[in-house]
C-alpha cells in the first residue's frame, strides 16, 4: 500500500512483487488519447499485466454466452492491449536486468500527480557485488497528445562493465479477457534503422490501424553519445541494440521517443509517415523541452480542477489521486471518446461507456474541465442517436425509439445479460438528465435546438413505448426492469426508473416549448426529422406522466424501490455476517434477489438527481429506511449516500462513506485493483466533496453552496467552473472565502444568504 | 416427411440427402441401456449427425457461460457419442459406396416398430451401368441388452466385380455440442485379428470405461465363406479388411455382431473379455435367432402398451411411434438410468434427466410397463437425494433441505442460468407428486416406509425455507421464481409452485401418519436418520399451509400465475402474427418476460395434477382463460390442454392439440427433429389419449374412466396394468368393451358407473 505522508504524490518504497500488478494499476499515467500501466521498461518475467491503450480503438471479441437469448450482440468490444512502447531491454555484463530474478534494493515509485510523470529507481546486484543503479522517468504528453517520453539511467555503482541497451517497439500483445484467446492485432509494416523504427498493425476486426514509431539518444552524464546499433525486426516487433562500456561512478541516460498514431486521426496511408515524423520532432525539441511543457499544462489543469482539504492528508492526497486520474482519462477534446470504468488502466469490463458517464461523471468535468469538454460528452451520445435506435428496434420498438446501450464503444450494445441489457433501461433516463443538467449549469438552451431536443424525443419515445396500460390498476406500469440495485431483476415498477421516466417526459414537453420559443424553424426542423405527431404523441406523454404508476408505502411514508419490495423479509446490513460480505461473492444469485438487500443507491438515486422535488422529511424517511439496508458493493454507490448524508446533516455517515469512496483503490477496499482502476466512480469522490461536503447546487441558474466540513477538516477548498465564470470557495468550520478568478458579475448563495460579485472579487464571510 | 399408410412402420421413400439428418433421428433405435441414430453403415460423406450412446454413460463438459453466478456448476454433463459399431465400408470394383457420392435409386428406410428393428434398401450405381443392390437391416437387441446385430446384403444386379468389405469398431469420435471442441474419449487397448476386434476406451474425466468388440461373417446366398481379411488399427479404432468376387445375381450377406459393455455393468478389467465372450456367443447363436428373440420381445411389450385407433391411421401411427420411442428409451430394469428429452436420438439438452420423468412420463410407465419399472424411476430420485441436499446447500439452504436439479446426470446440477438453475424450482413439487402418482395408483404405502418419506421430508424443508413471511401481507410468499411457463422469470408467488409447495407440506405431514401407523419402528428410525424436529418442523409447516399466499383474482374467478400477472396487456394467441411466431425466435427475452403469453401449461398444470381440488366451474374459467393466451411453444405443453380440454368437453380444441403433439416429430412441426425426437413429451402423447380421449383417472384406489372420441375416430382401445390385474379398455362412440386379462376381481368406473369384473372377465355395454 502506498504512504500517504505526500498530497501531491504516491509514493511506493520497497519493492513487493506481490503488490506488483495493483501498482501498475495505480501509478497508470494517461493523457486522454492514450494510457500506459506502471509496466516496466525493462524485461519482467514475474506477474504483471501488460498494458498500453490507444483511445477510441477497440475490438469487437465473438460473445461467450452460456445460454443464447434473441437480441444479444454478436460481440463485445474489448479495451484493445497496444503496442509496447516504453520497452527497454537492459543486459548488464551480459547478464539481463528483471527484477523478478535479481536482488533489488531501494525500490522506489512515484506517481507525481503534480507534474504528471512517474518516476521509479531502484538499485540492483547484476553480478556478486555489482550494483547498478537506474531510475526510469516517464510520461504521455498532454501537449502532444501522440506522444510517450522516457528517461532512463544507468549507474553502475562500483564496477565498470558492458551495458547492452535494446530498445525496441512490440505490437505482438494479447489481451488477457480475450474470449477465445485470439490475438487481435495484425502486422502490416516493420521498419528499423539505426536509432529508429516505425511498426504498423491494424486490428483483425474493423480494420482500424495503429503505427508507433521510436526514437532515442544516449548520453554519458551531459555527453552524447554516437552509436552503431543492430538492427532486428520480426512479425509486430522491431528493435536496436547496442553495447557500450558503463564506467563506474558515470550514468548513462536513454532517452525514448515514441509516437503512437490511429486511423482515428490520420489517414491510413499517413500513418506510418505521421508517426515517424511526430516521433522524429519529440526528439528533436528533447525531453526537458517536453517535461516543462507537461509541467506547465498539469500546473493549468490543477489551476480549475484542484481540492484543496487541511487536516486530513489522507483525504488530501485521495481526492487529488481521483482528480488526477480523471483528467488522465478524458481530456474532452474529442466527441468520438469517452470515460470508460476503468479508464486506461486495465482491460476489464470492456467496452468504454456505461451510463457512469451521465450519471457521476459530467458534473465533475463540467465544474472542473468547462462547458467544451461537458459538451463533447453529450455531443458523443447524440452521435450514437442512430445505433440507439437500431438498438431499440432490436427489441421491438418502432418509431425512432431509442434505447442507449448498456455498454458501447460506437454506440451498439456489447452486453449480454437479459436482465442488464434488455432491462437495466434506466440508464436513457441518465442520459436525459445530463442534457438536462448541462444545460441548467451552464444556461445553454441552444444545445437543446442543436442537439439534445432530438435524443430526448426519441427517449420519450422508447418510456412511451415501454410502460404499459394495466387494466388492474387502472394506471401505467413499467414490467420487467432492472434498477440502478442490480440485486433485483426483472422487477415491476422500480421506482427509479419510472420516475426518471416520467421526468423524461415532462422535460422533453418543456424542451419542446423551450426550442420552439428560441428558434421556431429549428422547432419544425425538428418535428419533420422526427416524423413527431406532436399533438398525439405529446397526448399519450402527457397521458402517462398523470396516470404512471410509482410505488410507494403510505404507511411508512416511503417510495417503493418496487412494487413488491415490503414483501421480503426485512433486514439490514447490520444483520449481516461480516463473513457472508459481499454477498455477491458468498449468497447464490436467488439468494441475492429475494433478499432487501440492496447494491447500490435506487431510490436514494431518485432522490439525489431529483433532490428539489421532495421536502426534506421525505429524504430523510427514505434515507433512513434504504441506508441500513444498502451493502455497498458498487463502487458507485457510497458518493450518492455522501451526498444525501451531509445534505441531512449526518456527517459521521457521510464522512464514513466517503472514506469507502475516496480510498477505494488507493486502500485496495475489494481487492481488484491490480485489475485497473476504479475511474468512474473517482467522479463520484468528486461529487461526494463538492455536493456533498461543499453542498453545491444549481438552482434557477444559480450557485448555492452549502458548506458541511467532517470533524477535523479544517478547509475544504475547489475551485468551479460555472458559465462564465471561474470561483472558488474556502470553506473552515466557522466561515468561508469566495473568490472570483475571471467572469462577469454573479449571485452566489451560500448557507441561504445571497452574495454578489463583481469584477475580480474576494468575500470572506464568517458563519452567523 | 415419411408416409404414414401404415400402422405399424414408419416409412420413407425415395432419397432425400436434405432430410437424412432428420430420418437419423425419427429411425432411431434403442434398448433401454443403448441407442443408434438410423446412420448409414456404409460410408457417407454428406451432412449427418453420428450418434451412438450407452445409456448412464456420460461427460462432465466444462461449461460455458457469459457471466458467471455464484453457485453455478462446473460442469454441463453431456450426453456422450460412443462407439461407432454399425461402420462397414464397402467398394465394389474399388470404388467407395457412399450415397453422397453415387446415384442412388429406390431408396427405402423402415422402421418395424411391431418387430423392432430398421431396415434399409436401395440400388446404387457404382459404375456407368454397374448396378448394386444393398439391403442393410439392424437392431438393438431387447434380450441382450449389449448387443447390436446387423445384416449387410450386396446383391450385384448386372455385372461381376470385386466386393470389398471392411467392418471397423471406431472410437474415434466426436460430440458436436462439444462447448470447447475437445474429444471426450481416451483410447485404452485397440486388439483385432481375424473376424474380430475390440477396443477399450474410457472417458477423459470420471473414468467411465466402454469396450466394444465384434464379430462377423460373410455368406454368398445361403453359402458360408472362408475369409483371409488384413487387420489394421490405430488409435481407438480397429478395422478387418477383405475382398470376395461379387458375381452378378448372387446376395453376398455380412453379418456383423457387436457388443457394447461398460463399467456401469463389469469390473473394469474384465470389460475386454465381457464384450469379446458377448459377441462370440451372438454370432453362435446367429443373427436368425437374435432377431426371432427381438420380434418376441416386441411382441410382448406391445401385448401391454399398445393402443389402437380405428378411423384415424394418422393418429394411430403416431401413437405406436410414441410407445416405440418411450419403450426403447427406457426399460426400467436399472434404477441408475433414467429418461432424457432427446432419449438415445440425439445430443441435445445434454444432462438425462428433467422433471420430465417425473411430470410426464412416470403415468405411461405405470399404466404400460408396470409397477418394478415406475418404482425405479422413483429409486432414481431416492438415491439423488443426498446430492439433491448437497445442491440446495450451495444455494444457502440449510437442515437437509433438498433441491432436486433442473438437468442432471448423476443427482449434481448442470444447468446455468439463474432464473433455470435456482429458481425453476417447481421441479421439486413433481419429484413429491410423482411419489404420490405412485402410491395412488399402485397403493403401495409401504414404498413411503422404505424410500418416499425422507424425499418428502426434504422436499417439504426446502419449501418451508423458500418462503418468507410478508410483514406487508401478513401470509407467507414465495418471491423470485420461474413456473412451468418459462415465459416469466423471477417472478413472485407463482400460483403453480406455491400450490405443489402447500400440496407438499400436507403430504408429508399425511405421509408421517401413514408411516406411523405401517410401520411405528421404520417411523422413528426416519425422524432419526432426518433428524426431524417432529413437533417443531411440522407445526411450521401447517403454518405454511394456513397462510401461504396463493394469487386469484376473485373478479375473474380464475387462480394467477403470479401475482401480477393482471398488470399486464392482456392479448390472446389470435392477436400474434404468424410471422412473429415462435415468439422465442422472433423476440427479445425482455419482450416476451413482460407479455402475458405462455409458453406451456402453468396454472393448469397444477388444475392438471390436482384436478378433484376443484370444482368443474372453476376449471372451465381458469382454461378459458389461460388457453386462449397459451402459445405451446415447448413440446411439453399441449398434452395437459388436452386432457383438460377432454375433460371440459371441447372435443375440438383436444383434438387440435392432439395433432400437434401426437405427430410433433413425425411432422417436424418445430423444425428440429434433425437434434433428435422429443422423447419425453412423446410421454404427454399418451397421456393425452389415455387420461384425455379414455379420461382415465385413479380416485380412492380405483380407476375411472370417461371416454370421450375425438370425431371420426371408431374406437380407441387400450390395455392398463393396474395393481395386480391387466385391462383391456375399448371405447366406442356409443359403448364400450372391457376385458380384464388377468388379476383379482376389480371395481372399474366408466362414466360414472361402477362396473365389477372377477376372474378373466370381458364386460360390454352401449352408454345410456
Redesign the interface.
Known amino acids: 500500500m502506498p504512504r500517504i505522508t505526500d498530497e501531491w504524490k504516491i509514493i511506493e518504497e520497497g519493492w513487493n512483487p506481490a503488490q506488483h500488478q495493483g501498482s501498475e494499476s495505480l501509478f497508470s499515467l494517461g493523457n486522454g488519447h492514450m494510457g500506459q500501466r506502471a509496466n516496466f521498461e525493462e524485461d519482467y518475467s514475474g506477474e504483471h499485466l501488460q498494458g498500453s491503450y490507444v483511445a477510441g480503438i477497440y475490438y469487437p471479441d465473438k460473445?461467450?454466452?452460456?445460454?443464447w437469448?434473441?437480441?444479444y450482440p454478436e460481440y463485445f468490444a474489448k479495451v484493445l492491449n497496444s503496442v509496447n512502447w516504453i520497452g527497454l531491454r537492459l543486459q548488464v555484463n551480459g547478464k539481463n536486468v528483471d527484477l523478478h530474478q535479481l536482488p533489488v534494493r531501494d525500490f522506489y515509485r512515484e506517481l507525481n500527480m503534480r507534474e504528471g510523470y512517474l518516476l521509479r529507481s531502484f538499485t540492483v546486484e547484476v553480478e556478486r557485488g555489482k550494483k547498478v543503479k537506474i531510475e526510469a522517468q516517464r510520461f504521455l504528453s498532454l501537449q502532444r497528445k501522440e506522444v510517450g517520453a522516457l528517461r532512463y539511467s544507468v549507474s553502475p555503482l562500483n564496477f565498470t562493465g558492458t551495458l547492452r541497451f535494446t530498445p525496441y517497439l512490440d505490437f505482438d500483445v494479447v489481451n488477457h479477457d480475450s474470449n477465445y484467446d485470439e490475438k487481435f492485432w495484425e502486422g502490416l509494416t516493420e521498419n528499423v534503422a539505426s536509432q529508429k523504427a516505425v511498426i504498423v498493425a491494424k486490428t483483425k476486426k474493423l480494420d482500424f490501424v495503429v503505427a508507433a514509431a521510436m526514437r532515442y539518444e544516449l548520453f554519458a552524464g551531459d555527453h552524447h553519445l554516437t552509436l552503431y546499433p543492430d538492427s532486428t525486426k520480426r512479425d509486430k516487433y522491431a528493435e536496436n541494440s547496442f553495447e557500450v562500456e558503463g564506467r563506474e561512478g558515470v550514468t548513462y541516460h536513454l532517452y525514448k521517443y515514441a509516437a503512437i498514431v490511429s486511423s482515428l486521426n490520420h489517414p491510413k496511408k499517413e500513418l506510418l509517415r505521421a508517426a515517424d515524423e511526430i516521433a522524429s520532432d519529440a526528439m528533436r525539441d528533447g525531453y526537458s523541452q517536453l517535461l516543462a511543457e507537461q509541467k506547465q499544462l498539469w500546473q493549468e489543469r490543477w489551476q480549475n480542477s484542484d481540492i484543496r482539504i487541511e487536516g486530513d492528508s489522507s483525504a488530501q492526497q485521495a481526492i487529488r489521486f481521483n482528480i488526477f486520474q480523471l483528467t488522465q482519462t478524458y481530456t474532452g477534446d474529442d466527441p468520438r471518446l469517452n470515460i470508460g470504468p476503468k479508464g486506461f488502466t486495465g482491460e476489464k469490463y470492456g467496452g468504454s461507456t456505461y451510463w457512469d458517464t451521465e450519471a457521476y461523471c459530467l458534473p465533475f468535468y463540467m465544474a472542473s474541465a468547462g462547458q467544451e469538454v461537458a459538451r463533447n460528452l453529450l455531443v458523443y451520445r447524440y452521435r450514437h442517436l442512430p445505433k440507439a435506435v437500431e438498438n431499440a428496434e432490436?427489441?421491438?420498438f418502432t418509431n425512432g425509439a431509442a434505447l442507449y446501450p448498456m455498454v458501447t464503444m460506437n454506440g451498439e450494445e456489447c452486453h449480454?445479460?437479459?436482465?442488464i441489457t434488455?432491462?437495466e433501461i434506466h440508464r436513457n433516463g441518465a442520459i436525459a438528465f445530463a442534457i438536462y443538467n448541462y444545460v441548467r449549469y451552464f444556461g445553454d438552451e441552444a444545445y437543446l435546438a442543436e442537439y439534445g431536443l432530438e435524443v430526448l424525443i426519441a427517449i420519450s419515445r422508447f418510456w412511451s413505448q415501454r410502460v404499459?396500460?394495466?387494466?388492474?390498476?387502472q394506471q401505467y406500469?413499467m414490467?420487467?426492469v432492472t434498477g440502478p440495485n442490480e440485486y433485483e431483476?426483472?422487477i415491476?415498477n422500480n421506482w427509479y426508473t419510472s420516475y426518471i421516466a416520467r421526468w423524461t417526459l415532462q422535460y422533453t414537453l418543456e424542451s419542446l416549448d423551450t426550442v420552439k420559443k428560441l428558434n421556431a424553424g429549428r422547432h419544425d426542423e425538428i418535428l419533420q426529422k422526427t416524423h413527431l405527431k406532436l399533438v398525439e404523441e405529446t397526448n399519450r406523454w402527457k397521458d402517462i406522466i398523470t396516470s404512471l404508476f410509482l410505488p410507494e408505502s403510505k404507511e411508512l411514508g416511503i417510495f417503493l424501490q418496487q412494487?413488491?419490495y415490503?414483501?421480503?423479509?426485512?433486514r439490514t446490513a447490520a444483520d449481516l455476517a461480516e463473513s457472508e460480505r459481499p454477498i455477491?461473492?458468498?449468497?447464490?444469485?436467488?439468494?441475492i434477489?429475494?433478499s432487501c438487500y440492496i447494491k447500490q443507491a435506487d431510490v436514494l438515486q431518485g432522490i439525489y438527481l431529483f433532490e428539489d422535488h421532495f421536502d426534506r422529511e421525505t429524504i430523510q424517511r427514505n434515507f433512513d429506511f434504504y441506508e441500513p439496508r444498502t451493502l455497498h458493493e458498487s463502487s458507485l454507490s457510497p458518493c450518492v449516500h455522501v451526498v444525501i448524508a451531509a445534505y441531512l446533516n449526518q456527517m459521521d455517515k457521510a464522512y464514513e462513506l466517503y472514506l469507502r469512496t475516496s480510498r477505494l483503490d488507493l486502500d485496495d477496499y475489494n481487492k481488484e485493483v491490480h485489475e485497473g482502476l476504479h475511474i468512474t466512480s473517482m467522479a463520484g469522490t468528486w461529487l461526494s466533496v463538492v455536493e456533498g461536503f461543499g453542498g453545491m447546487r444549481v438552482r434557477n441558474g444559480q450557485l448555492h453552496f452549502n458548506p458541511k466540513l467532517p470533524e477535523g477538516w479544517k478547509s475544504l477548498a475547489f475551485k468551479i467552473q460555472f458559465r462564465n465564470t471561474t470561483l472558488e470557495l474556502e470553506c473552515k468550520p466557522d466561515g468561508f472565502k469566495l473568490y472570483k478568478h475571471s467572469g462577469d458579475e454573479i449571485n452566489i448563495w451560500i448557507k441561504g444568504k445571497e452574495y454578489v460579485l463583481k469584477g475580480e472579487n474576494k468575500l470572506q464571510s464568517a458563519y452567523t
Chains 1, 2 share one sequence.
Open positions: 460473445t461467450r454466452v452460456g445460454w437469448k434473441n437480441g432490436k427489441l421491438g449480454n445479460e437479459w436482465e434488455f432491462e404499459n396500460w394495466s387494466e388492474a390498476k406500469v414490467l420487467g431483476n426483472n415491476n412494487e413488491n415490503l414483501d421480503k423479509e426485512q455477491n461473492q458468498h449468497w447464490s444469485w436467488d439468494r434477489l429475494r
